[in-house]
């Protein structure tokens, strides 16, 4: 059996059921995210810093004060994201138990990964700047488009886009939830495949407002340019299994991170699998660590029998410091 996917892995807390941490990905940036947490506890004030410093910009001010469009640009909204996610953990680890498995949303899971020890946070931080910029400069805007596909099944959303695609791009890219799914590609390709899926009986679909068609073939330029930056990069063996997007298997070396990084560049984000995976391993309790509450609402979605705690700024964190000491 392959080692990244053997399973399962020594508990790091067997006493109590096992815990997941996730992490969101593009789309969970708001203006002020991390602002109160880095005011009261020092250690997320270093964590903005130590980015601050690993991007040679103020990144903490975009994050607290805005302006929104500036923060909402890819190269800066991904960096950004994975720092407020890392400044809320480090507030957060040593107060609850450890987790058996980690997992991240896309971007997300490079933040799974300093989560794990898999690599450095000043480097990982410098290594999403790089990968937005290089996703932003893949596609010339306008010529990719992603939509929600909601309400339609798996299978008849891969025959939808397999009918839009007429000898463009058109592929499932997050299969979110049994309720959600996006598509990505071409544009004109993307809106046949948004039609077809209303007429096919798709609860609802909605072209999405976003800078790029992320994770179909569209974005090979950028995953040659991040698999250079990737190789790299000094790994470790990751501490927690990693439930990777492109498989949904667990990730237990550093050779298999940095490869399934790689590959999710152009690759489907296997949301659902990985939380199916996790559950099927046990977790009953997931943590999404980051801004917003994105991957709760998906959990919901997904077994609602699962608790679903997040730890975004204080007052989220004292809810869920709570649930943990009662």
């Given at each position: 059996?392959n080692?990244s996917?053997?399973v399962?892995?020594?508990?790091?807390?067997?006493?109590t059921a096992?815990?997941a941490?996730?992490?969101?990905g593009q789309?969970?940036?708001t203006?002020?995210?991390?602002?109160?947490?880095?005011?009261?506890?020092?250690?997320?004030?270093q964590?903005?810093?130590?980015?601050?410093?690993?991007?040679?910009?103020?990144?903490?001010?975009?994050?607290?004060?805005?302006?929104?469009?500036?923060?909402?640009l890819?190269?800066?909204?991904?960096?950004a994201?994975?720092?407020a996610?890392?400044?809320?953990?480090?507030?957060l680890e040593?107060?609850?138990?450890?987790?058996?498995f980690?997992a991240?949303h896309?971007?997300?899971?490079?933040?799974?990964h300093?989560?794990?020890?898999?690599?450095?946070?000043?480097d990982?931080?410098r290594?999403?700047?790089?990968?937005?910029?290089?996703?932003q400069?893949?596609v010339p805007?306008?010529?990719?488009?992603?939509?929600?596909?909601?309400?339609?099944?798996?299978?008849?959303?891969?025959?939808?886009?397999?009918?839009?695609a007429?000898?463009?791009?058109?592929?499932p890219?997050?299969?979110?939830?049994?309720e959600?799914?996006?598509?990505s590609?071409?544009?004109?390709?993307?809106?046949?495949?948004?039609?077809?899926?209303?007429?096919?009986?798709?609860k609802?679909?909605?072209?999405?407002?976003?800078?790029?068609?992320?994770?179909?073939?569209?974005?090979?330029?950028?995953?040659d340019?991040?698999?250079?930056?990737?190789?790299?990069l000094k790994?470790?063996?990751?501490?927690?299994?990693v439930?990777c997007?492109?498989?949904?298997?667990?990730v237990t070396?550093?050779?298999?991170?940095?490869e399934?990084?790689?590959?999710?560049?152009?690759?489907?984000?296997k949301w659902?699998?990985?939380?199916?995976?996790l559950?099927?391993?046990?977790?009953?309790t997931?943590?999404?660590?980051g801004?917003?509450?994105?991957?709760?609402?998906?959990?919901?979605?997904i077994?609602r029998s699962?608790?679903?705690l997040?730890?975004?700024d204080?007052a989220?964190?004292?809810?869920?410091?709570?649930?943990f000491?009662?």
């Amino acid at each position: 059996m392959n080692e990244s996917t053997t399973v399962p892995i020594p508990s790091p807390n067997t006493a109590t059921a096992r815990i997941a941490f996730i992490f969101p990905g593009q789309g969970s940036q708001t203006v002020g995210m991390g602002k109160d947490l880095s005011e009261k506890y020092p250690i997320a004030r270093q964590t903005f810093e130590e980015a601050d410093e690993a991007l040679g910009y103020k990144l903490s001010q975009i994050c607290f004060e805005g302006p929104e469009e500036q923060l909402r640009l890819t190269e800066i909204t991904q960096p950004a994201i994975l720092t407020a996610s890392i400044a809320a953990l480090r507030v957060l680890e040593t107060r609850i138990p450890r987790p058996n498995f980690v997992a991240g949303h896309s971007l997300g899971e490079y933040s799974a990964h300093v989560a794990s020890g898999t690599f450095a946070f000043a480097d990982a931080v410098r290594t999403v700047r790089k990968r937005g910029h290089y996703m932003q400069e893949a596609v010339p805007v306008g010529v990719g488009a992603m939509a929600a596909i909601l309400g339609m099944e798996l299978e008849k959303v891969v025959a939808v886009c397999q009918d839009a695609a007429q000898g463009e791009v058109c592929s499932p890219a997050n299969i979110n939830s049994p309720e959600q799914i996006v598509i990505s590609g071409n544009t004109a390709a993307v809106e046949r495949g948004a039609k077809l899926a209303d007429e096919r009986g798709a609860k609802r679909t909605k072209l999405l407002p976003v800078s790029a068609p992320f994770h179909c073939l569209l974005m090979k330029p950028a995953q040659d340019r991040l698999e250079e930056d990737l190789n790299k990069l000094k790994t470790h063996k990751p501490v927690y299994p990693v439930a990777c997007n492109v498989e949904a298997v667990l990730v237990t070396d550093e050779l298999r991170s940095r490869e399934t990084l790689i590959a999710q560049v152009t690759g489907a984000v296997k949301w659902e699998q990985c939380m199916r995976l996790l559950i099927g391993e046990g977790v009953q309790t997931f943590v999404e660590i980051g801004p917003g509450k994105v991957l709760c609402g998906l959990m919901r979605q997904i077994d609602r029998s699962k608790t679903c705690l997040n730890v975004g700024d204080d007052a989220s964190l004292a809810k869920t410091l709570e649930h943990f000491n009662a």
